[in-house]
C-alpha cells in the first residue's frame, strides 16, 4: 500500500529556533499533501494544502509567515515552524493523496511530536 | 461549512462486547463520510468510507458503519471488540470527497479484558 513517511517522529527544540518536518510519498507520486495540527484531545486542525509546484493554501487563522510550507517535488513537502514558542508544541500530521480525484484516498504520516522549551 | 460532532469523548467497553462510536455531520450537500483509527503517536487509518450507493459500508477490521441521512448520523459498529482496538477513532466530513476532510473530535476507546 501506499506509505508516507514523516520525519523526525518527535522533536525538540528551544524557543527562538526553528525546525523543519519532512513528510515523503516512498512509493507514489503526491500531487496534494496536507498538514494538520493536533492538540492533545482534540481533532486534527488543517493548516494548509499544497500543491506540487505551486504556493501553498493556508486555513484562515494559521500565519503563513510562521509555518513555512515548500512542496517542491512530488514526493516530499515540508513544514517549517519558525521562530518557534512554546505555545507551538503539538503534534504535526501529514497526509498526502495520489491524484487530485475526489475518491484518491488520503494516506496519513505517523505525526511530528514537537515540544519547544 | 462542513461539521462533524462526536459526542463521545471517551468509551469504555469491555472485550468481546458490541460497539457503537456515534457521529453527527453537518454538511450542505451529499456528504463524503469516513471512519479513521488512530493509535498512540501515529498517524490516521482508513477504517472504511461512504460516497454513495449502499448506506451501510464495511471496512476493514471487522468495522461497519450506517449513513442515515435523515439523521445525519454516520455510526460505527462493531459486533466484538478487540483488546487490540482500543484506540482514538475520528468521524470525518469531505467537502467533494477527499478534496477537503473535516475530522470530529475524535471518540477514545478503552477496551478492559
Known amino acids: 500500500g501506499a506509505v508516507v513517511s514523516q520525519h523526525p517522529s518527535r522533536v525538540i527544540c528551544k524557543s527562538g529556533t526553528s525546525v523543519k518536518i519532512e513528510c515523503r510519498s516512498l512509493d507514489f507520486q503526491a500531487t496534494t499533501m496536507f498538514w494538520y495540527r493536533q492538540f492533545p484531545k482534540q481533532s486534527l486542525m488543517l493548516m494548509a494544502t499544497s500543491n506540487e509546484g505551486s504556493k501553498a493554501t493556508y486555513e484562515q487563522g494559521v500565519e503563513k509567515d510562521k509555518f513555512l510550507i515548500n512542496h517542491a517535488s512530488l514526493t516530499l513537502s515540508t513544514l517549517t515552524v519558525t521562530s518557534a514558542h512554546p505555545e507551538d508544541s503539538s503534534f504535526y500530521i501529514c497526509?498526502?493523496?495520489?491524484?487530485?480525484?475526489?475518491?484518491?484516498?488520503?494516506?496519513f504520516g505517523n505525526g511530528t511530536r514537537l515540544t519547544v522549551t | 461549512a462542513q461539521s462533524v460532532t462526536q459526542p463521545d469523548i471517551h468509551i469504555t467497553v469491555s472485550e468481546g462486547a458490541s460497539l457503537e462510536l456515534r457521529c453527527n455531520y453537518s454538511y450542505g450537500a451529499t456528504p463524503y463520510l469516513f471512519w479513521y483509527v488512530q493509535s498512540p503517536g501515529q498517524g490516521l487509518q482508513l477504517l472504511l468510507k461512504?460516497?454513495?450507493?449502499?448506506?451501510l459500508v464495511q471496512g476493514i477490521k471487522g468495522f461497519e458503519a450506517e449513513f442515515k441521512r435523515s439523521q445525519s448520523s454516520f455510526n460505527l459498529r462493531k459486533p466484538s471488540v478487540h483488546w487490540s482496538d482500543a484506540a482514538e477513532y475520528f468521524c470525518a466530513v469531505g467537502e467533494g470527497g477527499y478534496q477537503k476532510v473535516t475530522f470530529g473530535i475524535g471518540t477514545k476507546l478503552q477496551v478492559i479484558p
Open positions: 497526509s498526502a493523496r495520489a491524484k487530485s480525484s475526489y475518491n484518491s484516498p488520503l494516506h
Open positions: 461512504y460516497f454513495s450507493g449502499d448506506t
